[in-house]
Each structure stands twice: as C-alpha cells, then as structure tokens.
C-alpha cells in the first residue's frame, strides 16, 4: 500500500471476497439478471454500476459488472476498458485485477485495459505481475505507446529497487501514537504570504472555468521517513530533499501566473504525540491510491496531478515527473531531465519550458510579469527557504527544524537584486525571520522596481534598499 495508509491508519475497505451480494441496479425496481433478460443494452447497464462506485456501493457495482462479463459483452474491449476506468478512478485497484485480469487478452482487447491493469498491479506493488502485464504490452509493437511504456518500465525498476517500508511501530519508550503524515497545500507562491495589501498588484485575477493542478512533493527513491526520531538538531540542508519540495513549489507558482489554471504545491509533514512535526521525503513514487487520496482532501478536486522521483546516478542529478489526468486516473505524459551542477540551470529550464508548452501555459495580464528565473537551480533554495520559515511562521514546524538559517538568509539576500519576484521572496523571508528573533543580512539591495519598493514599505523598510530610492 502507498506511504498514506502506512502512516495515517487509513485502510482501504476490502472487497467482499467472491461475494455476491443480492441487489439491485440504478434501473428502476428490475433486478440485474431479469434487465439482462429483457435485453436492457450495455451502456446504461455500466452507467448504472458507475452510479453504485460514485455512491461508494461498492458491493453493488459488483454485482454489475459481473452479470456484465458474464454476458455476451464480457469480451468487448470497449467494456473491459469502460470497467477497469470506472474501478481505477475510484481507486478500487484490486477490483480491477480481480475482474479484468482473468479475462483480458491485449490482441483482442487492445492497449487501453492493459494499461488501466497495468497500474493496478503497480498500486498493488505486484512487481511481477505488471512486468508481465508490461511484456504484453510491448510486444504489440505500438510506437505510439513507447514513452508511456518506458515509464511504467522506470516505475517498476524502482519499485524493486526501493527497500521495505520502514515499520511505523512506536519505539521502545516512545508514546504508543502512530506517527500521522499529512499533507500541506501551499495555494499561492510561497513569497507571497505577508504581502496581501499588495494582492492587486501581484496576483493575476482568476475567472471563469480553471484547471485544477497539484503539484506533489517528489518522491527520493530509497529513503525511509524516520517517525520516531526526536532529535531536532541542526542539520546540514539537504540538497535532494530540498529539491523534492522547490520543484513543485517552482511549477506551482509558475502556473499560478497563468489565466487557466488554479494550482496548489503539495508538501508532507509528518507529527505524532510526544514527537515535533517535521518535514518528510517519500522513498517511492505517488501510487494511484495516494493521488486519490490528495484529489479527496483537495477542496473542488482537481483536474491534473504532477508527481515524480528524484535521484542521484552516477553523480548526475536525474528527475522524472507525470502528469496524471484525475478523470481516469491515466498518466498521460511524463518529463525527464538530468545534470551536473555546472548543467543545473539549461536542465531545469527545458524541464520548466516542456512543462508548459504540454499544459498549455500562457501568461497571465497582471500589474506583476511573472519571468521565469536566469538561475533556476538558485530559485528552488530560495523556495524551499521561504517554505521552511512559513510553516515555522504559521506554528506548523518548529524553528529547529530549519537546516541552516543564517546562511539560507543570506543566500537568499544575495539573490534578491536579480528580479522582482527574488525581491519579493527576502522581503518576506527578512520579515519573518524578524519576527521569529532571528538575526539576519542587514541592509539588502533590492532589484530596481516600484513594486519591491512597495512592498518594502509593507514588510518594514529596514529589510532592504532599492537602488535610487
């Protein structure tokens, strides 16, 4: 199961095993074998079940889809997909393989229920069974299906690759609460927070019809979150797990700046009683189950979701992200970059630059131009900084936590001539850090902007001069 249920408690609720269960569909008082008798068509016999799954009667749908297959339109491509779609949307993965597994056959059916089956079993964490699954597949020898195919093949690769969940068993004299994982959605960029007078000038305004995207924390194949560690030493910061948070923190203020879309950064914290709330990285990749569960606990849902992984091989730096559409739960694209750290920013910026030509991204007309970065690869630190002492700003994280807090200021203070939005991001942060008592870069030159003046008078004009004012 996903990192969700092995740190929430939450449990998915069995399927009764090879139990059926006398009901009766959405189609008036008739019971499902006398609709089939009196010849009642396939489509409105599916629509019915899908009312069942979206009223969480489950045991109902079931009974569906059964009679389905068990009729002469149990060997139709188009219904096997249409099942295994409706199931996989609402994250009853089992089913799927319970149902489809036994009856499907990719020359007759096609590609689609293959891959709606195939990320059943990667959900599952049944290796074996998706690398056959992804066998079948490729040996259709479609060319259009190959990108998709290489990273259902990387998603399998790293779920062997990965170590056991680590067990989330209080240790001994450690209070018996289980250590709970949360998730945190930053719906605005992180800078902005502390200049809401100034929200005319530096959000766009938002109308009509939006694309719902979350970006999700990247998973760190191979790391294990320690629940029960203590010790809130200072530690050094650590690159990869800084990444794993700046990126999606990056792309979703990027797509903030954009008329279409309404976009949220979803970060993890993990808590228990007795235990200081920290940040956590995730040691495998977002399963359907855990993309479910983040479109449950978003408020309107969303359209789209952005995940990935993030590694280091052979001393290069490698990510991989996927866009996932919520409709059916299908990854529809994915995006690879790698660097060293003298490539970091050309890297980052195609990654940045691939995105948004996917999705369609277009500026927004606001009083602030949204530009993206020179030096992205600075950007996601700034990022990541500002996040840390947000949530230590909004009593979420305590001030310990924080790796490196005199030195990330002034490395965000350095930064802050080279545009607007870096302006923008050490105001913010010089005005918490204040807040929080922490000594920091006195006087800071800004980049040249009305707008950072402004803003400067908003935070306290002791955190930086712009030049000429």
């Not at 195939?118 to 190959?146: K, M, S, W």
């Amino acid at each position: 199961m996903g990192f969700f249920n092995r740190f929430s408690g939450k449990k998915t609720e069995p399927a009764p095993n090879g139990a059926v269960i006398p009901t009766e569909a959405s189609l008036g008082s008739t019971p499902t074998s006398a609709v089939a008798a009196a010849g009642v068509g396939v489509k409105p016999r599916l629509a019915a079940a899908r009312e069942k799954v979206e009223a969480k009667d489950l045991p109902a749908a079931l009974v569906i889809y059964e009679e389905i297959l068990a009729s002469g339109a149990g060997d139709r491509a188009d219904v096997l997909v249409a099942i295994s779609g409706d199931m996989g949307s609402h994250g009853h993965v089992a089913e799927i393989v319970d149902l489809i597994a036994p009856r499907y056959d990719a020359d007759r059916h096609g590609p689609a229920t293959g891959l709606n089956l195939l990320q059943a079993y990667l959900a599952l964490g049944n290796t074996d069974a998706a690398q056959h699954v992804l066998d079948i597949l490729f040996a259709l020898n479609r060319p259009e299906l190959e990108d998709r195919l290489h990273g259902f093949s990387n998603a399998i690769a790293e779920l062997l690759a990965a170590p056991e969940p680590a067990s989330t068993t209080p240790a001994e004299g450690m209070p018996g609460d289980v250590p709970k994982l949360g998730l945190i959605t930053i719906s605005k960029p992180i800078w902005f927070y502390g200049l809401e007078p100034l929200a005319a000038q530096i959000l766009p305004p938002k109308e009509g019809r939006l694309r719902r995207i979350a970006f999700a924390q990247l998973a760190l194949p191979g790391r294990a979150a320690n629940p029960t560690a203590t010790d809130s030493a200072v530690k050094p910061a650590d690159e990869l797990a800084r990444l794993s948070r700046g990126l999606p923190l990056w792309l979703a203020e990027t797509f903030y700046f954009s008329p279409s879309y309404a976009p949220v950064a979803a970060i993890a914290l993990m808590s228990a009683a007795g235990m200081e709330s920290r940040l956590v990285d995730f040691g495998a990749e977002w399963s359907v189950e855990n993309l479910r569960q983040l479109v449950d606990t978003t408020e309107g849902g969303l359209d789209y979701i952005v995940s990935g992984a993030l590694r280091v091989v052979a001393g290069d730096y490698e990510v991989r992200l996927r866009v996932w559409e919520v409709k059916s739960f299908r990854e529809r694209k994915t995006f690879s970059a790698r660097w060293t750290p003298g490539t970091a920013d050309e890297a980052l910026g195609k990654l940045h630059a691939d995105v948004r030509a996917y999705m369609e991204w277009s500026p927004a007309s606001a009083a602030f131009a949204y530009t993206v970065p020179t030096q992205p690869r600075a950007w996601l630190d700034t990022l990541d900084v500002s996040l840390g002492f947000f949530l230590v700003d909004k009593n979420v994280l305590p001030l310990g936590q924080l790796p490196l807090i005199e030195p990330d200021i002034k490395a965000v203070a350095a930064r802050a001539a080279s545009g607007e939005a870096a302006s923008l991001a050490f105001l913010t942060l010089r005005a918490r850090a204040a807040k929080l008592g922490v000594t920091a870069t006195a006087e800071t030159e800004l980049a040249r902007s009305p707008l950072a003046h402004e803003a400067m008078s908003v935070v306290g004009p002791a955190a930086g001069r712009v030049p000429g004012a």
